[in-house]
């Protein structure tokens, strides 16, 4: 087994990788195979060859006992613990989004709670005709589309996951985020080969592009596409013909009634709505807050490092942060400032010519309904309260401001049925009830981990199994011991 990098170690690779990094401009010129004069393993210029790779490495991983992947695995998991620091710094330098602490934290969360091969389980049925078994087979090469916001972890949980079910696995990574997601694919591959595995297990682009996610939506050795982003990608992987798993945009709601802990409710909202500067799908984007208790909750944010802008700060504030895009129609839409996704707060405060101290992590405005900050999902530490008078208003809200996505939504309340109530009506993915976003990932909350949560298609929280495709032996009329 490969030895721990020492704390020395670890500074200097950060410095090379950094340097490396900042040296690039634009971050996607940065060269994605290589890094303090080391080369990526597994990352290829053509994604043709990347598949092909993959085909070799799922012939490799068929061959292998479940032992021996789990041995990998482990590997994976004990680099990844070791690493995380380095990803989360060159994840946030090279997207120039989230905070390194939080993304060291993403990276052990999903080394520690990512099932690996003892989430694959076996059934079998006996009766008067004999014995059947269902087990759960690898598809082969799975093409796997990854985000900026999460690249590495997403890189790092797919894999284990995918491996785990038996599969090989192609990466096309965001262009914007080649470096992380690259850097990932090598310590899954550095793992690998010092357990004895193959020494390519997955595979990525040097430079991906939509003309490579494309050859790898069309090309006959890819037998399942898993898609993590927005909803142009995910509807995409669906239009592709294959078999896929979606895993698309949220804008998650949060009600507080007036039956909540309103001091923990205040500080939980704040702490998920901020964790990673609200770069994850699942965390808080709007508030719906029942009317007789907003001023006590606003108070508590206040507290909880909360600033808040009047409403014209916020409409000049949303023409900051929303912009127009032409789309090939000519038709003008406002899509989100790719400069303030992911920023910090009081580097977004500075746009409006507010200086603050660096305890400032969440921007709050109380705005209505409609208001963009509601609607859109921004993917930056602002967030909209909007009151309401009541249960019915709250629900009505919330759930059109979800826009169907059925993706995530929250609720800090002791009333039974207004929590089940919304839980019904909103028909979320994931549904976290008076605690942080994050407990919804197993953070602070039960349950195993995932970057990629599959509303559209409905695997959810997605883990090993969610990637095999389900085969059944018959042997009748024998083999039954009773
Ligand atoms: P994005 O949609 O900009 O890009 C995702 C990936 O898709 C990238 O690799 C991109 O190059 C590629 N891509 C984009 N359009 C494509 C197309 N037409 N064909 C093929 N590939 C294409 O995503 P992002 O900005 O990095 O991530 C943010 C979005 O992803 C948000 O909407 C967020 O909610 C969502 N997201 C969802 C999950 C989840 O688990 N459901 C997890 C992370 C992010």
Request: include cysteine.
């Amino acid at each position: 087994m490969a030895r721990n990098l020492t704390e020395a170690e670890i500074r200097e690779v950060v410095s090379q990788v950094l340097n490396q990094v900042s040296a690039a401009a634009p971050t996607a010129s940065f060269d994605s195979t290589q890094y303090a004069g080391k080369k990526f393993v597994g990352v290829f210029d053509d994604m043709n060859d990347a598949i092909a790779a993959a085909q070799v490495a799922y012939k490799a991983v068929r061959a292998m006992s479940v032992e021996k992947r789990e041995q990998l695995i482990t590997e994976i998991r004990r680099l990844t613990r070791a690493e995380a620091h380095i990803m989360a710094e060159i994840g946030v330098k090279e997207t120039g989004m989230g905070r390194v602490d939080h993304k060291t934290a993403k990276h052990m969360l999903v080394a520690d709670k990512t099932p690996g091969t003892e989430d694959i389980v076996s059934a079998a049925k006996t009766g008067d005709n004999g014995l059947t078994l269902v087990e759960m087979a690898p598809f082969g090469v799975v093409g796997a589309i990854t985000p900026s916001t999460n690249p590495s972890e997403t890189v790092i949980c797919n894999s284990i996951g995918m491996i785990a079910a038996g599969n090989g696995v192609v990466f096309n990574p965001h262009p914007n985020a080649i470096a992380t997601s690259n850097y990932a694919v090598d310590l899954v591959n550095r793992a690998s080969k010092a357990m004895g595995g193959p020494e390519i297990l997955v595979c990525s682009m040097k430079k991906p592009t939509l003309e490579s996610a494309a050859i790898m939506q069309s090309h006959p050795l890819i037998r399942l596409l898993v898609c993590t982003g927005g909803p142009g990608v995910v509807k995409a992987v669906l239009s592709s013909g294959k078999k896929a798993i979606g895993a698309g945009a949220g804008n998650p709601p949060v009600i507080v009634d007036d039956t909540a802990d309103i001091a923990k409710a205040g500080k939980d909202i704040i702490d998920g709505c901020t964790f990673d500067n609200n770069l994850p799908c699942i965390a808080e984007k709007e508030v719906f807050a029942f009317r007789n208790i907003a001023d006590e909750l606003i108070s508590i944010m206040l507290k909880n490092g909360a600033y808040m802008i009047d409403s014209a700060q916020a409409a000049k504030l949303a023409d900051i942060v929303l912009v127009d895009k032409t789309d090939k129609k000519g038709n003008v839409r406002k899509i989100v400032n790719r400069d303030c996704v992911g920023r910090d707060a009081k580097v977004i405060l500075s746009k409006l010519g507010i200086t603050v101290s660096d305890d400032i992590r969440c921007i709050i405005c109380e705005t209505d309904f409609n208001h963009p900050f509601v609607q859109e999902e921004l993917m930056m530490p602002i967030l909209p309260i909007v009151r309401v008078n009541d249960i019915d208003e709250a629900i009505d809200l919330a759930v059109k401001a979800e826009h169907g996505n059925r993706h995530t939504a929250h609720m800090h309340s002791k009333n039974v049925d207004n929590l089940s109530r919304f839980a019904r009506e909103v028909e979320t993915t994931i549904f976290v009830k008076n605690a942080p976003s994050y407990a919804g990932i197993g953070f602070g909350g039960e349950g195993h981990a995932t970057f990629t949560i599959a509303g559209p298609t409905g695997e959810g929280i997605t883990s090993a199994r969610s990637f095999t495709r389900q085969r059944r032996c018959v042997m009748a009329e024998s083999f039954r011991i009773i």
